[in-house]
Structure formats: C-alpha cells, structure tokens
C-alpha cells in the first residue's frame, strides 16, 4: 500500500505545481483609431478690391482677381462647390446710405488654370451668365474624382448703382467665398 500512496502524492505535488499562479488585477482598456482625410478641402480669394467711381445710375465692373479651391484630401478627394455671397454696401458717412447686394452682379468666367482629374464647371462661364448676389450663388464646381485637384478663376463684379439713392461716398461690402 506504501507503493500506491506515493505515486498519488507525488502526481499530487505535480499537479500543484503545473497550476498557474493567481492573476493580477486587470483593467482593460479600449483602443480606437479613427482614419480620417489627410490634407483639407481649401479656398483663396483677394483680400481687397476696388470698383472705382462712378456716377449715380451707372455701372462699374472689375476683375477680382484670382479665387483658387485647393482639394488635397485623401484618400477619395471628390466633388466640392464654391460659392459666393455678398453683403449690402454702406456709406458710414452721414447720412449712411445703403446700396443692397441685389446691384451687385458675378460672373466666374471659365477656370483660369486647373489640375488634377475630374471636371471643373464655372457656374457663370460668360458675362451673359452673370448673377446677381441678392442671394449665395454657385461659382464653380468640381465632379467627384478621387485625388488631389485644385481650380482657380478670375470673377468679374458689376456694380449698378442706383441713381435716385445713390449719394456721393465711399461704399463698403464683403463678398464671401466658401467652399463646401
């Protein structure tokens, strides 16, 4: 009987030893990524521009001089539109006059350089095309086509200037571009 017991305790002591400590504490944690759009959906336009002068029931017109969307997200850049607003312009002179944005007029005129795949469309590609800005207008777009691309366009602005409310003076506005 000797014989049987000792196999058993030394199984025993086998045993006890191959078990696994006891674990320590754990707190999981979460780990996310999110993969996002390298490079950024971008718009430039001239900080200033002038119209001159002119005369009560007149017009004036002026290049604004470049507007450039630049669309270097990736991957999967696609379609974009830019467009244009405008607000009243005022003379802050006494008396202040106010001539409202509907006088002001916009016209893209076709893309002065482009890159990259995909179609540009000038929303107002000829001055018979031209809006007025008594509300946001389209003033280019873009098709969705993967991969960088940018545009860029030189915008005419007319101005009517009313005749009877009109006043001699200054007049400022500000004509936003965005892009979207």
Same mark, same amino acid.
């Given at each position: 009987?000797?014989?049987?017991?000792?196999?058993?305790?030394?199984?025993?002591?086998?045993?006890?030893?191959?078990?696994?400590?006891?674990?320590?504490?754990?707190?999981?944690?979460?780990?996310?990524?999110?993969?996002?759009?390298?490079?950024?959906?971008?718009?430039?336009?001239?900080?200033?521009?002038?119209?001159?002068?002119?005369?009560?029931?007149?017009?004036?017109?002026?290049?604004?001089?470049?507007?450039?969307?630049?669309?270097?997200?990736?991957?999967?850049?696609?379609?974009?539109?830019?467009?244009?607003?405008?607000?009243?312009?005022?003379?802050?002179?006494?008396?202040?006059?106010?001539?409202?944005? /509907?006088?002001?007029?916009?016209?893209?005129?076709?893309?002065?350089?482009?890159?990259?795949?995909?179609?540009?469309?000038?929303?107002?590609?000829?001055?018979?095309?031209?809006?007025?800005?008594?509300?946001?207008?389209? /003033?280019?777009?873009?098709?969705?086509?993967?991969?960088?691309?940018?545009?860029?366009?030189?915008?005419?602005?007319?101005?009517?200037?009313?005749?009877?409310? /009109?006043?001699?003076?200054?007049?400022?506005?500000?004509?936003?571009?965005?892009?979207?």
């Amino acid at each position: 009987m000797h014989r049987r017991t000792q196999p058993l305790a030394a199984a025993a002591v086998l045993a006890a030893t191959a078990l696994p400590a006891p674990a320590a504490s754990a707190a999981p944690s979460l780990a996310t990524y999110v993969l996002a759009r390298a490079g950024a959906l971008t718009i430039t336009a001239p900080a200033a521009v002038s119209l001159g002068n002119g005369p009560p029931g007149g017009q004036r017109s002026a290049l604004m001089g470049t507007v450039r969307v630049t669309d270097t997200r990736e991957p999967g850049a696609g379609a974009w539109t830019a467009t244009v607003s405008s607000t009243d312009y005022t003379r802050t002179t006494a008396p202040v006059v106010t001539i409202g944005r /509907a006088n002001m007029s916009y016209w893209s005129g076709p893309a002065t350089a482009t890159q990259g795949g995909g179609t540009f469309i000038p929303a107002q590609p000829t001055a018979a095309s031209r809006v007025t800005l008594a509300v946001p207008r389209t /003033a280019f777009s873009h098709t969705a086509v993967a991969g960088v691309n940018n545009a860029s366009w030189n915008p005419t602005l007319v101005l009517s200037i009313p005749f009877a409310t /009109a006043t001699a003076g200054t007049y400022t506005g500000v004509i936003t571009h965005s892009v979207a």
